[in-house]
């Protein structure tokens, strides 16, 4: 099974920050877009945020002007820049990569955030 690895979680304070890392593979080819989602226990998993191969980027409302999206000089490369952390921040972060036939998954990260 082909999943992307993701580092960079943590136990942070309220306000500070966290970098997300994530590498596709390079069994993977032609990624179109990257990008950063959370799941919360009983939730569904929601996008904090994706990048294009253009470099277009879209937000959740949530964490707009908080986090940044960008990708590595490597095209399989995703980081989540995470400034002003807040509490409800804390859950589980997953990274994927699609294609035009495929969406891979990473196996998740911890992001933990203390008031």
């Known amino acids: 099974q082909v999943q992307l690895v993701e580092s960079g979680g943590g136990l942070v304070q309220a306000g500070g920050s966290l970098r997300l890392s994530c590498a596709a593979p390079?069994?993977?080819?032609?990624?179109?877009?990257m990008g950063w989602y959370r799941q919360a226990p009983g939730k569904q998993r929601e996008l904090v945020a994706s990048i294009t191969n253009a470099g277009v980027t879209d937000y959740a409302d949530s964490v707009k002007g908080r986090f940044t999206i960008s990708r590595g000089n490597a095209r399989n490369t995703v980081y989540l820049q995470m400034d002003s952390l807040k509490p409800e921040d804390t859950t589980v972060y997953y990274c994927?990569?699609?294609?035009?036939?495929?969406?891979?998954w990473g196996q998740g990260t911890q992001v933990t955030v203390s008031s």
């Open positions: 390079g069994s993977i080819f032609s990624i179109n877009a």
């Open positions: 994927n990569a699609k294609t035009t036939y495929h969406t891979w």
